[in-house]
């Protein structure tokens, strides 16, 4: 099992960025496929991306060309880099880590959630 740890949420205006980061700790993480989620309010949680533990990517289309995920599996982290963010990007963002199949993704592990709040 691995535990997860994100960081680097905040307010930031519409047009601005932010970069989340995972940390991971436990054994095996470059074997693990992982992924962020959102969760709005009132929303149902929905996945953003994932990435395959050989690196390969998929994004929601409402995030395709403004997000970035990526990995170090050196510092056993994953990463989200949210550029010209949107209002209704405001969420509460959560990294998982689990197993990828084509281009779907199974979550097995949760980290605790960081909000960004996107708004002037």
Not at 6 to 30: I, Y
Not at 65 to 73: A, L
Not at 80 to 106: H, R
Not at 112 to 117: C, S, W
Request: hydrophobic share 35%.
């Amino acid at each position: 099992q691995v535990q997860l740890v994100e960081s680097g949420g905040g307010l930031v205006q519409p047009g601005g960025s932010l970069r989340l980061s995972c940390a991971a700790s436990g054994d095996f993480f470059s074997s693990y496929a992982m992924g962020w989620y959102r969760q709005a309010p009132g929303k149902q949680r929905q996945l953003v991306a994932h990435i395959t533990s050989g690196g390969s990517t998929v994004y929601q289309d409402s995030v395709k060309g403004r997000f970035t995920i990526s990995r170090d599996n050196a510092k056993n982290t994953v990463y989200l880099q949210m550029n010209s963010l949107k209002p209704e990007d405001t969420a509460v963002y959560s990294c998982a880590a689990g197993w990828a199949v084509l281009s779907s993704f199974t979550p097995q592990s949760w980290g605790q959630g960081t909000q960004v709040t996107v708004s002037s």
